[in-house]
């Protein structure tokens, strides 16, 4: 076989296509493997860099072939696209792969460690059984309301309303057992979730990094926790501006012809991390429109003064991004002095 010089690989469950090329561009290597077969022929090839697409499965891989002696890039799906020919196939994928690895501006994800996917599984676990506990919470008002029940919004109110349900009389039987069945599903989710955040909080407090992130205002365990598992190396990141670009914080640019004319947010990165940097800065920002919140900075009153809450609260957010950004990459602490900056 030619000597080859880089791999694009596109990925599934159970076949591998192969697209390589030689020192001088031409295509030396066109391969459809299964999952065995694959692993048999990257034991047995020389050292190479190969390119996959970074979806399912993708970190395994990067470890797999990684382990045998090759070096793994990662490239995003929408940096990949641009370079598919024609038509959407294994094989132009893996030749798209091939092609986008070769530009020297190609921006790459990081590989994860095992460790790292069970962290993240942790925060994905626990946000799907917050969406399930409202869906419940939700499920359950709707249906009392429908017998002329009602409660006050909000998970707290749940297990009141559930108590009344089961004391009325006036309500069919079957209708209190549909409510119990209800009742014991929202207190096993609740269970569940308070043994997830017990191992966040854990998680939080074995993190150096995490603990000095929580420092920030408008940045809880979460969102330190998150910030710190979830964030590329900063060393990526050029400046603050560009990590908030990265998280979506940062305005759609469609200027031309001279004129400036932003958007909305991108909203591009990890919707987790940035939903929960904007939760947070709101929070921030309820603590001060009360008056409650010390050494306020005047540009975030001025801020409130001339634009709407929530859109002060993504620039709060993007703003809290790039101090997060700064800490990571110099090691420092959060000094109080910096609240004059938020």
């Known amino acids: ?48 860099v190969i390119a996959i697409e970074a979806c399912g499965a993708s970190h395994h891989w990067a470890r797999k072939l990684g382990s045998l002696g090759h070096e793994v890039k990662l490239i995003a799906p929408q940096h990949v696209k641009p370079y598919v020919k024609r038509g959407k196939n294994d094989a132009a994928d893996a030749a798209a792969l091939c092609e986008a690895m070769s530009r020297p501006t190609m921006r790459y994800v990081p590989v994860k460690s095992p460790e790292q996917q069970a962290a993240l599984m942790l925060i994905t676990v626990r946000d799907r059984l917050i969406r399930t506990r409202t869906q419940l919470g939700n499920a359950i008002r709707g249906h009392a309301s429908e017998f002329g029940v009602t409660a006050a919004k909000g998970v707290a109110h749940v297990g009141s309303l559930l108590e009344r349900i089961s004391k009325d009389m006036a309500l069919p039987d079957l209708a209190r057992r549909m409510f119990a069945v209800l009742g014991v599903e929202f207190t096993e989710n609740e269970t569940r979730l308070d043994d997830i955040e017990t191992e966040l909080s854990a998680l939080h407090k074995a993190d150096e990094r995490s603990q000095r992130l929580r420092k920030i205002p408008g940045v809880g365990p979460i969102g330190a926790v998150l910030l710190s598992v979830k964030a590329p190396a900063p060393e990526q990141f050029r400046s603050g501006r560009d990590f908030a670009a990265w998280l979506g914080l940062t305005p759609k640019d469609h200027s031309t012809g001279g004129k400036v004319r932003l958007g909305s947010i991108t909203r591009a990165g990890d919707e987790i991390l940035r939903s929960t940097l904007v939760l947070g800065a709101t929070s921030l920002l309820q603590q001060v429109r009360k008056k409650r919140g010390k050494g306020v900075s005047p540009w975030l009153i001025e801020l409130l003064k001339r634009k709407p809450p929530k859109l002060v609260a993504v620039a709060l957010a993007n703003k809290i991004a790039r101090i997060a950004w700064k800490l990571m990459i110099s090691g420092e602490n959060y000094a109080t002095r910096e609240v004059q900056s938020i």
Request: no cysteine; hydrophobic share 40%; glycine share 4%.
């Open 1 to 48: 076989m030619d000597d080859i010089k880089r791999i694009g690989m596109d990925t599934s469950k159970h076949v591998f296509q192969l697209h390589g090329v030689n020192s001088a561009e031409q295509p030396v290597l066109r391969k459809r493997l299964t999952r065995r077969a694959m692993e048999e022929f990257f034991a047995k090839l020389s050292p190479s």
